[in-house]
């Protein structure tokens, strides 16, 4: 489904990525962990489109297209999803207004007619109980005024109504209490999908107890160093990254 | 990428830039009493109404252009402006849409306003200003039946003179400001509404206001009146077509409501902006006032402004009647080069009188946005209060928002509160809207009519939908 390879970007003059391969497969978690800076939301934004980061050699394949080629829009309407690690705060638009606006031009894209409202919103009452969310959030502002782990259940809950192909959870995990873990982890499990790719960009096996990944890869100064099974982030947890930086210059 | 995208989002055409063919009358440029004349005898006004104008005339040659606005432009020659341009065929006007231009239903069309239909299905009566003679006007028998007074202003000197006598000038004299003298020596036409004691206009009034030939000032001149006790909303909406040069058009607009009388006055104008280099474009300096003379009278001004190159307006309130309420909702869209200065005026006399304004401006491009209100409290109105809310949204970096809040607050019983806040549409949220599948266009006007609502749920829901789609197109291209 995602053929990365070799890819290098930067942004301004800081080389990021330095020659990163991935190859993730349709019904595949993977779980991306690695020290600060070692480029991992780079990944995810450079995967979504992000123009601040200038792509300078390799390849992004999604489903057989070049995805380096699309706009941020149409990799999103194509089934690219990624969830913020820092989600904007969009004062006085409507929190319902833009998801039912996103789940209608994926539709339109798709050659589907629009959500009928009553339904939409139905589903979505549905979609939050299920995450735990106040049903009022969705009156809201985008984001204003939400907690930490509100804006983190807001991108759970718009990756779920969009059912994206491709689902990268930047840091997804990271300020949540217990509660908002689990919630958030039950949210991904449903999504899991023999035609669906959920790549975790995550800190800490923590999230990986509830979200069990097929594939753990290292990432460290731009480039993949290690990949293994779930007992990587285990000895990831036990080691520290220090363990793999020297692993990898070794 | 934000600026880089912000600044080439900021190309777009005038969707309504075309010229109607139709053979017009105009008067050779110039102004001097002749001209007066001649525009009174055009029109077969009573004498009162020829020394009227000319009395305004006299001042205004005394009177000098106003500076004080945050405004540049080149100095207006207002001898080579033409100060009355027609339809040709006036002896013979329609008497129905039938018999109106069909070239100019067609215009109509493309402006997207299908008067037939869209009076038949909203219910509105409509008063077409076309140039500066009214060409059509529909539902005028309902009106009658409910008493209601709807015609053009040219009609209502001839036919009603005792009200015009009675109330014009009442609100905005002649000699207020340059621009309102101007007009009153040479005002083209207009809309005049009369609503009788105790009666609920049983429609939404519309006219729509349309300047068609070239380096002609427009100078409508509308006055509305509701008699105690008396309910109407009034519609105002605006197009031209793409034109070089600038046009002028100065325009006053009078409300008069008497005890328990409450006006809803709404506008949407969308005049010929100029192009991207400030090239064209009206210049729309107009006198909205409204006075709420009896007491719990109430005036409402809510404004959508994208068009024109530059737009110096200021509808206020008079709040003399005890327990008056005043409100000006307002939202302007600036582009490119055009430039708006553009606010309200609340004047608390009557005790008890309250007001509220709500101002949202929008600058894109290199264009440059004024807020400025007074909020003035005089010594007897004792318990007055107001609050303002004054917000402005960046889009780009190289546009402006400037607020002048002005207060004078002469007595210590009144509580007046003002707040403020400037936002800019930041890259981040560009962002985060595409990576949910919207368009950057979709994304930024999903974030202007966020930024707006307030504002658009005061329009009646015909015209709000008009305003938000207007919206749209005004910002077309602002964000890349």
């Known amino acids: 489904m995602l053929e990365i390879k070799n890819l290098k970007t930067r942004i301004g003059d800081t080389e990021i990525l330095r020659g990163l391969t991935l190859s993730v497969q349709a019904g595949e978690v993977h779980a991306i962990m690695g020290p600060n800076g070692s480029g991992k939301s780079t990944l995810a934004l450079v995967i979504a489109g992000h123009d601040d980061y200038v792509v300078t050699d390799g390849t992004v394949t999604y489903n057989g297209k070049n995805l380096l080629d699309l706009e941020p829009e149409e990799r999103a309407r194509e089934g690219v999803f990624l969830g913020f690690q820092y989600p904007v705060e969009i004062p006085g638009v409507n929190n319902a207004y833009l998801l039912k606006a996103a789940v209608n031009a994926k539709r339109r894209h798709n050659g589907q007619g629009e959500v009928d409202a009553f339904e939409f919103l139905k589903l979505a009452r549905e979609k939050m109980a299920a995450l735990g969310m106040d049903p009022k959030l969705l009156n809201r502002g985008i984001n204003e005024g939400f907690s930490g782990g509100e804006k983190k259940r807001n991108e759970v809950l718009q990756m779920t109504m969009l059912e994206p192909s491709l689902a990268i959870l930047d840091e997804t995990d990271s300020g949540l209490d217990i509660d908002a873990l689990k919630a958030v982890a039950k949210g991904i499990n449903t999504l899991r999908s023999p035609d669906r790719a959920i790549v975790l960009i995550t800190h800490y096996q923590r999230l990986l107890d509830y979200v069990q990944p097929d594939f753990v890869h290292v990432l460290s100064e731009g480039r993949i160093v290690r990949s293994g099974d779930k007992s990587l982030a285990l000895e990831l947890e036990d080691k520290g990254y220090d363990w793999v930086r020297e692993a990898a210059s070794a | ?480």
């Open chain 2, 1 to 480: 990428m934000a600026s880089e995208n912000m600044e080439s989002l900021v190309n777009r055409r005038y969707e309504h830039g075309f010229v109607t063919d139709i053979e017009t009358e105009t008067f050779p440029p110039g102004l001097d009493e002749g001209v007066v004349r001649a525009i009174s005898a055009r029109k077969n006004e009573p004498k009162f109404m020829l020394e009227w104008r000319l009395q305004a005339y006299r001042q205004w040659l005394e009177m000098r252009e106003p500076t004080w606005a945050h405004v540049h432009y080149p100095q207006i020659k207002f001898n080579e402006i033409s100060y009355f341009a027609a339809p040709k065929s006036d002896d013979d006007r329609p008497k129905s849409l039938d018999e109106v231009d069909p070239k100019l239903l067609e215009t109509y069309e493309k402006l997207g306003i299908p008067l037939h239909e869209r009076a038949r299905l909203a219910g509105v009566a409509v008063d077409a200003v076309f140039d500066s003679v009214s060409v059509a006007t529909t539902f005028k028998e309902k009106l009658y039946e409910a008493g209601v007074i709807f015609c053009p202003f040219s009609e209502a000197v001839r036919e009603h003179p005792e009200l015009i006598k009675k109330y014009l000038g009442s609100v905005v004299p002649r000699r207020d400001n340059f621009y309102a003298a101007l007009n009153s020596a040479v005002f083209s036409d207009g809309s005049f509404v009369y609503i009788p004691k105790g009666v609920r206009c049983p429609m939404e009034l519309s006219t729509y206001f349309r300047i068609n030939a070239a380096n002609t000032g427009q100078f409508e001149r509308t006055l509305i009146i509701a008699d105690e006790g008396s309910h109407v909303s009034y519609l105002e909406g605006c197009t031209a077509p793409m034109r070089d040069e600038n046009q002028l058009h100065a325009a006053v607009v009078e409300l008069v409501a008497l005890e328990d009388a409450e006006i809803k006055y709404s506008t949407v104008q969308n005049w010929y902006p100029g192009d991207e280099n400030g090239v064209g474009g009206i210049y729309n300096f107009v006198t909205k006032r409204g006075d709420c003379r009896g007491a719990n009278s109430k005036i409402s001004w809510t404004q959508v402004e994208t068009g024109s190159a530059i737009t110096w307006k200021y509808p206020s309130c008079i709040l003399r009647g005890a327990n008056s309420v005043g409100e000006f909702y307002s939202v302007a869209v600036v582009n490119n080069m055009q430039q708006a200065d553009t606010g309200t005026k609340m004047i608390h006399i009557g005790p008890n009188t309250r007001s509220t304004i709500v101002s949202k401006g929008i600058s894109a491009g290199k264009a440059q946005n004024v807020y400025r209100g007074l909020v003035r409290i005089m010594p007897q109105a004792h318990g007055a209060r107001n609050h303002t809310q004054c917000d402005s949204l960046l889009i780009g970096s190289e546009c402006g928002a400037h607020t002048f809040p002005y207060m004078e607050i002469k007595n210590p019983s009144a509580k007046v509160e003002h707040e403020a806040t400037t936002s800019k549409i930041s890259a981040d949220q560009l962002f985060y809207c595409r990576q949910r599948g919207l368009s950057e266009e979709d994304a930024v006007n999903m974030i202007v009519n966020g930024f707006c609502k307030e504002v658009f749920k005061e329009l009646p829901m015909e015209f709000a939908v008009e305003a938000q789609a207007l919206l749209n197109v005004s910002l077309e291209g602002a964000v890349g």
